[in-house]
């Protein structure tokens, strides 16, 4: 029994745990740890004695001075020799004859501790019980399939690692050679999702770079040579086909046209128009105008209605949902719903019969807008403009069908915004290019896009309007919804704000800008200058905002939603995580040709927007078309400044724009 003063090791639970015993009370210690906790210890617990220490002030670094002491012995330990001494008795032996037999007679409390914990921590040679600490020799057998064992597992362990140091470098877009079976795999994993060990390690690293692991496979096989960046190889990136799967292609073959329909309001004898880009084939929405008795106008703004022609649950439903969206990337659509349906029935081609939601407005000569009702429609679209177009008959004072009514449009749109900004609303201005790779030769050409323009202001404002009288409506009929919300900007300054495009600004623009979030319940859209917002309409592009079509819907047919609260959210929040998805792959696609474009433009003279520093030398922004690249210069440079530069390396399938001065 060890006595008052006793510096001892005793067994806490499954670990050997310091003490100073403070008393003895019968067959119970009273001790003191190093972390000044008072413990009772069974006298059974007790392992072994270190001498006696008068200090308790002094304990805990007695006990670093001991720890250390030991764990110098412990390394100095052959337990291989050890179990060559007793393995052929084969019987189990305590601590102090293993000690007996490996230091000799009177072993030291300090060997003894080292020992133990050499023993404990063994992988081979003994096995143990901790009661009564008692431990038997392996058999050699034994030892041997042990010792085999954790050579296959350090060589796995090893292999594993170089491999994942190959994928990160890959990932990194450094130089990396890789083997064809690990292509293979990545092959396997992008094409058809084939678990295995790469996509296990790919899935940990993707995680960190903020990608799926079918995307950061994406990344090395293009970066590989080992896969060409076409439509189809970035469906894959994405977990999907291009085609549709036949039973949701069946679905859409058995759907019926549109037929008029009861309880529709019809605006067959008005003249429908849209206004969209030349290769648009989703059309969602449209425009009628009918004029009124003392300047006043009636307007119509048409929304696509695909929720007609098919319900919830369905195949072609669960597929519309996985897709998220409908993408255009450079070398072709991805569509989110089957092109039978989303580009032919349920879209506004001219001179279709097609169903609507159709929000009507009433517009005074001042151009002030009235809300005035939401109805199930019907339209015959007539006539079908592209935006350039648009802005042509805007700014031309020749007579044309639609020019009255475009300028009526227009009017009513300036001041919805005037309206918004007055609420505080930021506009952000970023023009941007459009990118299409055309013909058998691969022909990448790049359209400028600026949102800016007259008719792309026009079409913005009202499904803006569109969107928000969505959002009211579904409030006064207590229709469930998701509504958008957004915070106000950290910056105030922002608010009521028109911000042309400024590459050394636009950063801390969008940080000072708060994310949008989705709620149940009605809050205010900031960045809109709104009280309440929904988004629908876009229901043939955005798989949300068919969702929420569906529910106005069937609160204008009188039927129950077929959504309800969480139900509805947890919907929305699946549609948009893979909507983020989808939006990363285009920008992706997007960069790729543009730099395919930029190659094959020769050594021409750019300029470029110093945007901040770089290990290299400088970020910098090329202008105009928004490229980011690296300035390779060590020269001192100040972010702003504009100067000439040419392409130094360029490599789509990396990514990388290097530039030099030109």
């Not at 790469?198 to 040579?225: H, Y």
């Not at 592209?386 to 020019?403: F, I, Q």
């Not at 300029?607 to 290990?615: N, S």
Request: charged share 25%.
């Amino acid at each position: 029994m060890a006595e008052p003063g006793s510096l001892i090791e005793f067994l806490d639970g499954d670990r050997l745990q310091w003490g100073l015993v403070l008393e003895v009370r019968g067959s119970t210690l009273g001790v003191l740890t190093p972390t000044g906790k008072r413990l009772r210890v069974p006298e059974r617990c007790l392992l072994l004695e270190h001498g006696r220490l008068g200090d308790p002030d002094l304990l805990a670094e007695k006990v670093r001075q001991l720890e250390e002491r030991i764990r110098q012995q412990a390394e100095e330990i052959d337990l291989g020799l050890l179990w060559e001494a007793v393995r052929d008795g084969g019987d189990e032996q305590d601590l102090e004859a293993l000690a007996s037999v490996y230091f000799g007679a009177g072993a030291s409390p300090v060997a003894r501790s080292a020992l133990l914990r050499r023993l404990w921590a063994d992988a081979y040679y003994f096995s143990f019980s901790r009661h009564g600490l008692r431990f038997r020799p392996r058999t050699p057998e034994q030892v041997a399939a042990l010792q085999e064992a954790e050579q296959r597992r350090r060589a796995c362990a090893q292999r594993r690692q170089a491999l994942q140091d190959v994928l990160r470098q890959a990932l990194e877009e450094e130089e990396a050679e890789l083997e064809p079976a690990v292509l293979e795999a990545l092959e396997g994993l992008l094409r058809r999702g084939e678990p295995s060990e790469i996509g296990q390690l790919l899935e940990e690293l993707a995680g960190r770079a903020g990608m799926t692991a079918r995307e950061a496979a994406f990344e090395i096989l293009v970066r590989a040579g080992r896969l060409e960046p076409s439509t189809e190889a970035y469906a894959w990136s994405a977990g999907l086909e291009v085609a549709f799967p036949e039973e949701v292609l069946a679905e859409a073959r058995a759907l019926s046209p549109f037929t008029p329909e009861e309880g529709r309001e019809d605006f067959t004898d008005l003249a429908a128009f849209h206004i969209d880009d030349p290769e648009t084939r989703e059309v969602d929405d449209a425009f009628t105008l009918q004029p009124l008795p003392d300047g006043r106008w009636r307007v119509g703004v048409h929304l696509a209605d695909p929720a007609y022609f098919f319900p919830p649950g369905t195949a072609l439903d669960q597929e519309a949902l996985r897709r998220a969206l409908t993408i255009y990337l450079p070398t072709g659509p991805i569509w989110m719903l089957p092109e039978r349906l989303g580009t032919d029935l349920a879209s506004l081609r001219p001179g279709e019969l097609r169903p609507t939601l159709s929000f009507l407005a009433e517009v005074d000569p001042g151009g002030g807008v009235r809300f005035r009702d939401l109805v199930l429609g019907q339209i015959r679209i007539q006539s079908s403009l592209s935006y350039e177009e648009a802005d042509t008959l805007l700014e031309d004072t020749g007579a044309h069908p639609l020019k009255e009514a475009l300028s009526v449009l227009y009017r009513a749109a300036e001041g919805l915004l005037r309206e918004r900004l007055a609420r505080g609303a930021t506009v952000l201005l970023r023009p941007e290019y459009k990118v299409r790779v055309r013909g058998q030769e691969g022909e990448v050409v790049l359209k400028p896009v600026d949102p800016g323009s007259p008719a792309r202001r026009l079409v913005s404002e009202w499904m803006i309007w569109a969107n928000a009288m969505a959002a009211r409506w579904a409030l006064d009929h207590g229709v469930p919804m998701i509504y958008r919300a957004q915070d106000p900007p950290e910056d105030p300054d922002l608010q009521g704000q028109i911000l042309a495009y400024d590459p050394l600004r636009w950063g801390q623009w969008t940080r000072l800008l708060r994310r949008t979030h989705l709620s149940t319940h009605p809050k205010a859209h900031a960045g809109l200058g709104l009280e309440a917002y929904v988004q629908i309409s876009s229901p043939l592009r955005r798989y949300a905002d068919l969702v929420l079509g569906r529910q106005l819907r069937a609160a204008l047919r009188g039927e129950a939603p077929p959504y309800e609260g969480m139900a509805l959210l947890e919907v929305l929040a699946t549609a948009e995580a893979a909507e983020s998805r989808m939006r990363a792959l285009e920008a992706r696609a997007s960069r790729y040709w543009m730099l395919v474009w930029l190659s094959r433009q020769g050594l021409t003279s750019y300029e470029a927007v110093v945007l901040g520093r770089h290990p290299l030398g400088y970020r910098v922004e090329l202008r105009p078309y928004g490229l980011l690249g690296v300035l390779v210069e060590y020269a001192l440079r100040q972010p702003g400044e504009v100067l000439p530069v040419r392409p130094l390396q360029i490599d789509p399938r990396r990514g990388l724009l290097r530039l030099e001065p030109a």
